[in-house]
């Protein structure tokens, strides 16, 4: 399975090891788009794919949902249950390994990846995948960040190429989503873009032309946000989908 992911299992733990265990900055795009589309609950039990260190999941939890979830990194089975659980959250399972080799014979009133199905050449079977876990009547949702929108892949292609390899372009297409959802049997909710214009980079080394360019790209982003409001395939900083089992 190795030839299809864009990341390794070594990649994935060597990026975890100075994490801290906090809840996503307030009014960050994904977390507004969890509560927008996803309804609270007292009994509901929700997992999220590629879940260290926690961030979103904890919107969940904000929601009502018992929480679990599956990544690479050892201590997803460990501190992220144990931080989950002194934040007051409800939590179930969670499992250190790989997804592909993940059999879980439960199934969750919410399923849910952010940044996850782009980092593999067969993003279609992480999507069945993903929507094997949905109980009948749960949601499934996904998300990834919009490099292939026009504006979005010319800023990563300059100033973020490194990090922009690891991401599998194709994969960032809501619509094609929505269409293997559909014929599995979901109603898609919402699929697009949104998140408004947005630009973040690697820690790619640049050289001083660059560096200075970057320099004023990240301080026009809060001015241009502020004037460009709606959303769009070309600018806007993620894809997402929501999708209902039927």
């Given at each position: 399975?190795e030839?299809?992911?864009l990341?390794t299992?070594e990649?994935?733990q060597s990026?975890?090891?100075?994490?801290i265990?906090k809840?996503?900055?307030?009014?960050?795009?994904?977390?507004?788009?969890?509560q927008?589309?996803?309804p609270?609950t007292t009994?509901g039990?929700a997992?999220?794919?590629?879940?260290?260190?926690g961030?979103?999941l904890?919107t969940?939890?904000d929601l009502g949902y018992?929480?679990?979830?599956?990544?690479?990194?050892p201590?997803n089975?460990?501190?992220?249950p144990?931080?989950?659980?002194?934040?007051?959250?409800?939590?179930?399972?969670?499992?250190d390994?790989?997804?592909?080799?993940?059999?879980?014979e439960?199934q969750f009133d919410?399923v849910?990846?952010?940044?996850f199905?782009e980092?593999f050449?067969?993003?279609?079977?992480?999507i069945?995948r993903h929507?094997?876990?949905?109980?009948?009547?749960g949601?499934?949702?996904?998300?990834?960040?919009?490099?292939?929108?026009?504006?979005?892949?010319?800023?990563?292609?300059?100033?973020?190429?490194?990090?922009?390899?690891?991401h599998n372009?194709?994969?960032?297409?809501?619509?094609k989503w929505?269409?293997?959802?559909?014929?599995?049997?979901f109603?898609?909710?919402?699929?697009?873009?949104?998140?408004?214009f947005w630009?973040w980079a690697g820690?790619?080394?640049?050289p001083?032309?660059?560096r200075?360019?970057?320099?004023?790209?990240?301080?026009?982003?809060?001015?241009?946000r502020?004037?460009i409001?709606s959303?769009?395939?070309?600018l806007?900083?993620?894809?997402?989908?929501?999708?209902?089992?039927?």
């Open positions: 399975m030839d299809v992911k990341t299992k990649y994935r990026n975890s090891e100075s994490v265990f809840r996503q900055e307030a009014g960050h795009g994904i977390d507004i788009f969890i927008r589309h996803i609270p009994a039990t997992i999220e794919i590629g879940s260290f260190p961030s979103h904890s969940f939890g018992e929480l679990n979830g599956i990544d690479f990194c201590d089975a460990v501190g992220l144990k931080w989950l659980k002194h934040e007051g959250f409800k939590t179930g399972d969670f499992w390994g790989d997804f592909f080799e993940f059999n879980c439960r919410v849910s990846s952010f940044g199905i980092h050449l067969n993003y279609e079977e992480v069945g929507a094997g876990l949905v109980k009948k009547g949601y499934l949702l996904i998300t990834t960040p919009n490099f292939r929108g026009s504006v979005q892949h010319f800023l990563h292609k300059h100033f973020d190429k490194e990090n922009l390899a690891l372009v194709e994969s960032m297409q809501p619509d929505a269409e293997q959802l559909k014929q599995s049997g109603e898609i909710l919402y699929n697009g873009y949104f998140g408004g630009f820690a790619e080394k640049h001083f032309f660059k200075k360019l970057l320099w004023v790209i990240h301080r026009l982003v809060p001015r241009i502020k004037m409001k959303d769009s395939s070309a806007s900083a993620y894809c997402g989908i929501v999708a209902r089992k039927l």
